[in-house]
């Protein structure tokens, strides 16, 4: 390898719909960590309208009860 050269380092994320429903739990647990936080920007790579709509949903889908808040499973 070339000292240039940069590798790359991809994140294994799932692909997020235009609109993020609540009720999609698959998609939002690919989101929270272990600790049951929400994963940052800067880990994920989504953009600001993504995030905010991810954690919005989160937060709902925490107080439905569809989520737990301590951890992820």
Same mark, same amino acid.
């Given at each position: &390898?070339?000292? =240039?050269? @940069? =590798?790359?380092? =991809?994140?294994? /994320?799932?692909?997020?719909? @235009?609109? #993020?429903?609540? =009720?999609? $739990?698959?998609?939002? +647990?690919?989101? $929270?960590?272990?600790?049951? /936080? $929400? ?6 790579? #989504?953009?600001?309208?993504?995030? @905010?709509?991810?954690? +919005? !949903?989160?937060?709902?889908? +925490?107080? &439905? !009860?569809? #989520?737990?808040?301590?951890? @992820?499973?």
């Amino acid at each position: &390898m070339d000292y =240039k050269q @940069k =590798k790359e380092s =991809k994140v294994e /994320r799932p692909e997020l719909p @235009k609109y #993020i429903d609540y =009720k999609d $739990i698959s998609t939002l +647990r690919g989101y $929270i960590s272990t600790f049951g /936080r $929400i994963v940052p920007r800067y880990y994920t790579r #989504i953009s600001l309208k993504q995030q @905010k709509q991810l954690s +919005r !949903a989160v937060k709902l889908a +925490r107080e &439905m !009860a569809l #989520i737990p808040y301590t951890s @992820k499973y």
